[in-house]
């Protein structure tokens, strides 16, 4: 069995990082559960939400998403992928149009996703969705 070379690995990485996507846009709880890793240790922070600890959670925390919002429709940019031996990352930045309880929303989020290898496929361990604060920081003086 030859080694996948960098290349490849990243094009592994960013198929399972485009199958979470496809999963949210389509609300399929079963896509969902397939790509996370069921343990205790991964972590999720949607965009105003407290962190997640652990795969049941996290699961519920889909499972109340999917079943409240009619559309999802995901633009990503500013991808970057990492990886280093068995844990990848990805961020960039979510373009989201969503429709919720009638009322149309867009907004861009800032994200990180992790993937632990687990034998020949990845799986995620961290996905972190969090807001963009626009304006200037100031600093203590």
């Given at each position: 069995?030859?080694?996948?070379?960098p290349?490849d690995?990243?094009?592994?990485?960013?198929?399972?990082n485009?199958?979470?996507?496809?999963?949210?846009e389509?609300?399929?709880?079963?896509?969902?559960?397939?790509?996370?890793l069921?343990a205790?240790?991964?972590?999720?922070?949607?965009?105003?939400?407290?962190?997640?600890?652990?795969?049941?959670?996290?699961?519920?925390?889909?499972e109340?998403i999917?079943?409240?919002?009619?559309?999802l429709?995901?633009?990503?940019?500013?991808?970057?992928?990492?990886?280093?031996?068995?844990?990848?990352?990805?961020?960039?930045?979510?373009?989201?149009l969503?429709?919720?309880?009638?009322?149309i929303?867009?907004?861009?989020?800032l994200?990180t996703?992790?993937?632990?290898?687990?034998?020949?496929?990845?799986r995620?361990?961290?996905h972190?969705?969090s807001?963009?604060?626009?304006?200037?920081?100031?600093?203590?003086?």
């Open positions: 069995m030859s080694e996948l070379t290349e690995e990243s094009a592994e990485v960013q198929e399972t485009a199958r979470f996507y496809r999963a949210l389509a609300r399929d709880l079963e896509a969902m559960e397939a790509l996370w069921h205790d240790y991964v972590r999720c922070v949607h965009p105003g939400w407290c962190l997640l600890t652990g795969w049941e959670p996290v699961r519920q925390s889909w109340a999917f079943k409240d919002t009619r559309e429709r995901f633009t990503l940019s500013d991808i970057v992928v990492r990886i280093s031996a068995d844990v990848a990352w990805v961020t960039g930045t979510e373009n989201i969503t429709q919720s309880q009638g009322n929303s867009v907004t861009a989020v994200v996703n992790v993937f632990e290898r687990r034998g020949t496929r990845w995620m361990v961290l972190h969705a807001h963009i604060l626009t304006g200037e920081v100031e600093s203590s003086a």
